[in-house]
């Protein structure tokens, strides 16, 4: 008998069910954000959109542009400890397919359990897979953020108005009194 070995494909070791947010902070003054993209089309624009609105207005001390090797899987353990070293808050995403935004939303849990405030963003098409995702995690109440699909085909206008939008949502769920 030959025996294969099974990965789990969302990343997690099993067992793994702690669903408590990091602690949140009022405030965004003198923080620095993090902003992990998964290479998928608009991304790093959102997230600069949103970074530099975040330090222009809300008083971040920076934004830090983090990429993952690949959108369809949670971020590499090494890259997951150099932005827990390195940033205060995180912001990820953009998930606009099936297993990117299960992995976007992977992401901003296993951030929260590492002790970073997390906004994981996918598109409302595929909110589902985010939610099953959460589920599957452990984490069935974490609360990410859905932009309005389809994202991959905007103009750089679209993608600001799209940051925008989502601003309030992000600093909602970052617990930052707006």
Not at 8 to 23: E, F, I, Q, R, V
Not at 110 to 131: H, L, M, N, W
Not at 160 to 165: F, G, H, P, V
Request: aromatic letters at 6%.
């Amino acid at each position: 008998m030959v025996r294969e070995q099974v990965l789990d494909p969302t990343g997690m070791a099993a067992g793994s069910t702690d669903a408590t947010l990091s602690p949140r902070t009022v405030s965004l003054r003198g923080l620095t954000v993090g902003l992990l993209d998964n290479t998928k089309p608009n991304t790093t624009d959102l997230l600069h959109a949103l970074g530099d609105e975040l330090q222009r207005t809300y008083g971040a001390a920076g934004a830090r542009l983090y990429t993952k090797d690949y959108f369809g899987t949670p971020a590499a353990a090494e890259l997951r400890d150099q932005i827990v070293a390195e940033v205060d808050v995180l912001i990820t995403g953009v998930g606009d397919c099936g297993s990117c935004s299960a992995a976007t939303v992977a992401d901003g849990i296993q951030f929260e359990r590492a002790g970073i405030p997390t906004v994981a963003i996918t598109s409302d098409s595929f909110y589902a897979s985010g939610r099953a995702m959460a589920q599957v995690q452990g984490f069935p109440g974490f609360e990410f953020y859905a932009v309005h699909h389809p994202f991959a085909s905007l103009d750089a206008d679209e993608v600001r108005e799209r940051a925008m939008t989502a601003l309030p949502d992000v600093l909602r769920i970052l617990g930052v009194e707006a």
